[in-house]
């Protein structure tokens, strides 16, 4: 079984402030790893993803995250935020075993971040 | 390419009534999953369906149900329904197979609000 805990449920930010989203999962397999966004009235939206080789990974919108194995952590950080950040932002986790059901992910209960001017 | 479709957006049902909700995947996908989103549950996986067969489900009453038709849209279904069912419904489309990650792709969601 797997879970998936986002140690904050909300974060509030100034613009142009650097922010940090944190997610640990506990998994007995080996796990991909996703966050996803998801503005109001929406669905969700791949940021981005870890399935292998460089534990950082990027995002096309300046967000990144390090999948940090030894202490099970996936953080999303970005540098400098926009109002156009805000959002709902979910951390999820996959099991990578051959034949696996890829359909099955397993959420955080989100972060909803908020952008002030 | 389209996206992942849903239909409706919104409906309103009165308790022990039924409802039917439908998803087109996108054009190729053939991998179709369901979950609930819920302000208290959070996201919660329901059932996943590839070439019209269930491969996975949750952990939710037999009141939830699904299927696949050979066009890889997807139904579901949730029978006598309670008050606590109230929620967005959200499909997902994949397109699973070797050397691909199977990323999941979201529709917008069905908004239900049970009366």
């Known amino acids: 079984a797997q879970s998936v805990t986002q140690l904050d449920s909300q974060v509030p930010v100034f613009e142009e402030a650097p922010v940090e989203l944190r997610c640990n999962y506990s998994s007995s397999v080996s796990v991909y790893l996703f966050w996803y966004v998801q503005y109001p009235n929406q669905g969700l939206q791949l940021l981005l993803k870890y399935l292998s080789g460089s534990t950082l990974v990027e995002s096309i919108n300046g967000f990144e995250a390090e999948f940090n194995k030894s202490q099970t952590s996936f953080h999303l950080r970005k540098p400098s935020v926009h109002i156009s950040d805000t959002a709902e932002y979910f951390c999820?986790?996959?099991?990578?075993?051959?034949?696996?059901?890829?359909?099955?992910?397993?959420f955080g209960q989100g972060t909803i971040l908020t952008v002030h001017p | 390419k389209a996206g992942v479709t849903q239909t409706p957006r919104y409906l309103i049902k009165t308790r022990g009534q039924q409802v039917t909700l439908s998803c087109s995947p996108i054009s190729g996908h053939r991998s179709v999953s369901w979950y609930q989103q819920t302000p208290g549950q959070g996201l919660q996986f329901l059932f996943e369906y590839f070439s019209e067969t269930q491969r996975n489900k949750g952990n939710f009453p037999g009141r939830f149900s699904g299927r696949q038709f050979s066009n890889s849209r997807s139904e579901m279904n949730v029978s006598t329904l309670e008050l606590g069912d109230s929620a967005l419904y959200l499909c997902a489309s994949s397109f699973p197979g070797t050397g691909t990650t199977g990323e999941l792709f979201f529709g917008e969601g069905s908004r239900l609000t049970v009366l």
């Open positions: 999820a986790v996959r099991d990578n075993a051959g034949g696996t059901s890829y359909g099955k992910l397993t």
